[in-house]
Nanobody, 127 residues
Framework: EVHLVESGGGLVQAGGSLRLSCAAS????????IGWFRQAPGKEREGVSC????????YYVDSVKDRFTISSDNAKNTVYLQMNSLKPEDTAVYYC????????????????????WGQGTQVTVSS
């Protein structure tokens, strides 16, 4: 059975850093695109970043460019989101998701038809 488990969230001061992990079981990342999303109370879910194992492409929403970095460790079947220079507006529940791209339409991030989702991890950034 496919499972995605996020970890690494917590409480940090503005300007601090966190590294989120998305550990997969039941499949490997070789044929998947992995996305990070976040949702703050009262707001729509927002796509934050994406990495495609098929073509190596990455994506970042403008608000996190130059602060967040997505990476993967295929040996550990884990994708990371390194978050630096955190701001209070980054506070949200962060989710990872996996998509099996339909190669007829390409495999480049960002993606919009994710197949599996994790349970989320809370990130809180204090002023």
């Amino acid at each position: 059975e496919v499972h995605l488990v996020e970890s690494g969230g917590g409480l940090v001061q503005a300007g601090g850093s966190l590294r989120l992990s998305c550990a997969a079981s039941g499949f490997t990342f070789d044929d998947y695109a992995i996305g990070w999303f976040r949702q703050a109370p009262g707001k729509e879910r927002e796509g934050v970043s994406c990495i495609s194992s098929l073509d190596g492409s990455t994506y970042y929403v403008d608000s996190v460019k130059d602060r967040f970095t997505i990476s993967s460790d295929n040996a550990k079947n884990t994708v990371y989101l390194q978050m630096n220079s955190l701001k209070p507006e980054d506070t949200a529940v962060y989710y990872c998701a996996a998509e099996i791209p339909d190669l007829r339409y390409g495999s480049t991030c960002p993606r919009d038809m994710y197949d599996y989702w994790g349970q989320g991890t809370q990130v809180t950034v204090s002023s």
